[in-house]
């Protein structure tokens, strides 16, 4: 395990998180409850994992801290800035890697400046500068992971939420996102990343497994 700096403060506060989803019509009506309680607690210059199997509700519990998903029961308490990047990557075909960072860096408040220098430090950290005025449409998926992780790291977020973030990533690019890691973690942020398994345990300060609808601390 890489070395504790936890502090009082917390960047991430997840007590009591419930959701079951429902289908169908009476007398054929389902339900299907994903979490059941499920906890977390990050704080700065933390690398955190969560870790189940398909369907465990990771996903569920990542759009649910992030806001893109109503919760049922339970609380989220966020600090500063949050950056997420999805397993499906949210693009735009016909706009280039340069027109994605200009777009969403405004959506961010960032100013034209701040954009251009924060993209060119991720395209060389990340290793596709040479695809900035490619459109999406001519990109590999390995390229677009590239591009969908970049845009989460644009604004320099105090947290990181990554769900399955280097699924498609080639070894170089692998090791290229562990050094981007430790280069957060060491300045003060936290990363959360969900992945079916981890291999790597080492790279962690701590590991959450999801089952039974909870987030249970290895």
């Given amino acids: 395990m890489l070395k504790d700096l936890r502090t009082d403060?917390?960047?991430l506060q997840a007590r009591g998180v419930t959701k079951t989803y429902r289908?169908?019509?009476?007398p054929r009506r389902r339900s299907l409850a994903?979490?059941?309680?499920?906890?977390?607690?990050?704080?700065?210059?933390e690398v955190v994992g969560l870790v189940g199997e398909n369907g465990a509700g990771k996903s569920t519990l990542m759009k649910i801290i992030v806001g893109a998903l109503r919760r049922d029961a339970g609380s989220i308490?966020?600090?500063?800035?949050v950056g997420y990047c999805p397993q499906e990557p949210i693009l735009y075909a016909r706009l280039t890697c340069d027109e994605h960072f200009a777009?969403?860096?405004?959506?961010?408040?960032?100013?034209?400046?701040?954009?251009s220098l924060a993209s060119a430090a991720i395209y060389a950290a990340l290793g596709f500068g040479q695809w900035a005025d490619a459109r999406v449409e001519e990109l590999s998926g390995g390229t677009r992971a590239k591009l969908n992780l970049g845009l989460a790291l644009l604004p320099d977020p105090d947290l990181l939420l990554?769900?399955?973030?280097?699924a498609g990533f080639d070894w170089d690019t692998y090791q290229r996102f562990?050094?981007?890691a430790r280069q957060r973690r060491d300045s003060g942020r936290g990363l959360l990343i969900i992945s079916h398994f981890i291999t790597d345990e080492e790279r962690f300060d701590r590991i959450y497994d999801l089952r039974d609808g909870k987030a249970l601390p290895r």
């Avoid at 289908?23 to 009476?26: H, T």
């Fill in 9 to 11: 403060t917390t960047v």
């Fill in 77 to 81: 308490q966020l600090s500063g800035m």
């Fill in 23 to 26: 289908s169908g019509v009476w």
């Fill in 34 to 45: 994903v979490l059941r309680g499920a906890d977390i607690v990050m704080y700065p210059g």
């Fill in 162 to 166: 990554l769900d399955e973030p280097y």
């Fill in 103 to 115: 777009l969403f860096g405004r959506g961010y408040g960032m100013t034209a400046t701040d954009v």
């Fill in 178 to 180: 562990w050094d981007l």
